[in-house]
């Protein structure tokens, strides 16, 4: 029990728990867009229910560790001459999905469907769906934090006890920042794009993960969304108070 509690284990805590949450904003983003298509009266529920389901998934990753990085390199199918293992089957198909995702929202925001341009109303996203999509990118998005895990600390108890605060940490202010991004057109719109450049990332690393590591391609994504962000907050400060910004198109509760 000493040797948990040293300052080498307190070091990976902290930095754990900040690369977590660094991590996990691309989550956020994703949990927050889709909790917004839920009627208000859910949100809470659908919230909570991602919050346990990411602590659970997350810790049987963790568990398990030792063999997903066994799995590492060992063919599961072979296309086009190139042969793909568990981790790039899970990156290539979450980030498929998180593109289509990402897209059709756009399309709905922008454009929508005609009952909903016409002022009808129509059917929410359902509860049951909502989960569904949340928990399946968040277990594409486990894949990076848990290999960020093990690569930054040496015991199991320090892994898991980082991934439980960070993820209640998302989910305190997940609220704010979904409520923030719904109240703001510009920001959700760069909100979708960085999505979209993420479900990209996920298919580049899927296809070539070791090439795609060597280019830090999240870190530019990352750099070019926080830049997009800030400019996006200067221009929010600089808006005249009467102007009213674009409002886009939401589900008719």
């Known amino acids: 029990m000493e040797a948990l509690f040293t300052t080498e284990n307190f070091v990976s805590f902290i930095v754990l728990v900040v690369l977590e949450i660094v991590l996990g904003i691309d989550n956020v983003i994703f949990v927050s867009i889709i909790m917004n298509r839920l009627p208000k009266a859910l949100q809470p529920k659908a919230r909570f229910t991602w919050m346990v389901?990411?602590?659970?998934?997350?810790?049987?990753?963790?568990?398990?560790?030792?063999?997903?990085?066994?799995?590492?390199?060992?063919?599961?199918i072979t296309l086009f001459g190139k042969s793909f293992d568990l981790a790039s089957l899970v990156m290539l198909a979450g980030g498929l999905f998180l593109m289509y995702k990402t897209v059709k929202e756009i399309h709905h925001k922008l454009e929508g469907e005609a009952d909903v341009a016409a002022g009808v109303k129509t059917k929410p996203l359902g509860f049951s769906r909502a989960i569904f999509q949340?928990?399946?990118?968040?277990?594409?998005?486990?894949?990076?934090?848990?290999?960020?895990?093990g690569g930054t600390?040496?015991?199991?108890?320090?892994?898991?006890?980082?991934?439980?605060?960070?993820?209640?940490?998302?989910?305190?202010f997940s609220p704010k920042i979904s409520a923030f991004i719904h109240k703001h057109p510009t920001l959700k719109m760069l909100a979708l794009s960085?999505?979209?450049?993420?479900?990209?990332?996920?298919?580049?690393?899927?296809?070539?993960?070791e090439r795609s590591h060597d280019m830090h391609l999240k870190n530019y994504v990352y750099f070019a969304m926080a830049f997009s962000f800030i400019v996006e907050l200067l221009n929010m400060r600089m808006l005249k108070k009467n102007s009213r910004p674009v409002e886009l198109r939401e589900p008719k509760l």
Do not use: N, P
Not at 53 to 76: D, N, P
Not at 198 to 204: C, D, K, R, T
């Open 153 to 172: 600390a040496k015991r199991l108890e320090v892994m898991i006890s980082a991934v439980v605060i960070a993820m209640i940490i998302m989910f305190l």
């Open 134 to 149: 949340i928990i399946l990118i968040d277990m594409v998005f486990s894949f990076d934090s848990i290999i960020t895990a």
């Open 53 to 76: 389901t990411g602590m659970i998934s997350r810790t049987i990753l963790l568990f398990g560790l030792s063999w997903l990085l066994a799995q590492k390199g060992i063919a599961l």
């Open 194 to 209: 960085f999505l979209v450049m993420i479900g990209f990332v996920l298919l580049v690393e899927g296809w070539d993960s």
